[in-house]
């Protein structure tokens, strides 16, 4: 299996998300990896630091390590294996390979009218991937750094979400702006080893059941 995930927006926390998503969820299947396409290499990163703080990892990769075609065959054909990508948008071929090959794509936004514009166009690549290949790509849309003072904001994006079914759709659970969420990446920590009864750490646990129920339907 793979899961996705995708925006063409920067900053958005792909790369935050997608690794506590990875720790989370790795009891659940029997070969588990992540492929890092991320110019940042954010992910790579963070390997790193667990690897020098002598912390239990997970297989990283980036496209130079890999014949992807195979890599990719390995993941996708059987249901007990998972393979996470934390990628870019569809600037590159691998970049649109994945977002064609995944099983779930999952798109973390925020709530400014600059993440809106940002949906709208990779909307627009999500519609013409679909329409070149005769099929339908659609996105999971994770509402993220959300901040209790901004109500208004919110129903706004989700109506947006909520009004493009074709190309979105918008998970339950949403992430709120956490320091947890910043702090812990820098010690080479999930949420959860971070701060064990935040709720950062209910976020994520909440998110991954729903992640993991998308996956097995
Ligand atoms: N819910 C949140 N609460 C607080 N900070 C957050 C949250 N989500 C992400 N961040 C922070 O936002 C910044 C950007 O996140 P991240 O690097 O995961 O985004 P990205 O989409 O992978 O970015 P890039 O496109 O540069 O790879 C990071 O400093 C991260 O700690
Ligand atoms: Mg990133």
Excluded: W
């Excluded at 912390?55 to 294996?81: E, M, P, R, W």
């Amino acid at each position: 299996m793979m899961v996705l995930f995708s925006h063409q927006k920067g900053g958005v926390g792909k790369s935050t998300v997608a690794i506590n998503f990875a720790y989370q969820i790795q009891k659940k299947y029997k070969d588990i990896s992540i492929l890092d396409l991320d110019s940042q290499h954010s992910s790579m990163l963070f390997n790193q630091l667990r690897t020098n703080l002598k912390l239990s990892t997970i297989q990283c990769v980036t496209q130079d390590d890999i014949n992807i075609g195979q890599f990719l065959s390995h993941y996708k054909a059987d249901k007990n294996n998972l393979l996470i990508i934390d990628s870019g948008g569809y600037d590159s071929d691998i970049n649109r390979t994945v977002l064609i090959k995944a099983d779930i794509v999952i798109t973390p936004v925020g709530i400014s009218q600059i993440e809106i514009f940002g949906l709208q166009k990779f909307r627009k690549i999500l519609k013409d991937a679909s329409e070149a290949l005769n099929t339908i790509i659609k996105t999971n849309v994770l509402i993220n750094n959300v901040d209790s003072r901004s109500k208004s904001k919110l129903k706004d994006l989700k109506e947006y979400i909520k009004d493009k079914p074709q190309y979105f759709n918008l998970l339950n659970t949403t992430l709120h702006s956490r320091a947890d969420y910043k702090n812990s990446y820098g010690e080479g920590l999930t949420v959860k080893e971070y701060n064990k009864k935040g709720k950062a750490q209910e976020e994520i646990k909440e998110l991954t059941k729903e992640i993991y129920k998308l996956l097995k339907n």
